[in-house]
């Protein structure tokens, strides 16, 4: 597939997020698996898949978003993640204790690697209600010990003269 992943820096929880942007259909998707905020930027399309057009010919961007009301992050014994984005606040107990009940009583479930959290609309931040968020590793770390001098000896190497 002719898309770009990136991993930009979620706007409302700080972490890192996974951005997807298609360079043939120009679509876009976000999501942070921490906090569930995300977009979506997409052409709309029928029930058949078929690309709806508007009657200048032109066509149709479907814009959606997600605030990002928590998630519940469940890892499954055969690899499965699973993510659902929590509800707004309102109906978020409801469906906590449906992903609770889900976690406690599925045996698949691989509990020590599920989390959920929940945003705090009165202090402004998220909260892990279940489980432990997976630590955050510095993706430049592994390039700290090769300096520059060592980069050039390894081409070196490889160089092959015509
Ligand atoms: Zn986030």
Redesign the pocket.
Known sequence: MASVIDYPI??????E?INEFNCRTFEEFQT???????FAYTIKRDEDGKIVKDKAGNVVWQHKKNA?NGVAYIVFDDGVIFVDAAPGKDEYDKWFKHIMKEIDTNKHVVREECYVTKWDYEKEE?IVVYGKLPEEYDDCSCFDELNFEDFEETNDDEYIPF
Do not use: H, P, T
């Open positions: 979620c706007e409302r929880c700080g972490r997020c942070c698996q921490v906090c569930g905020a995300g990002g998220l």
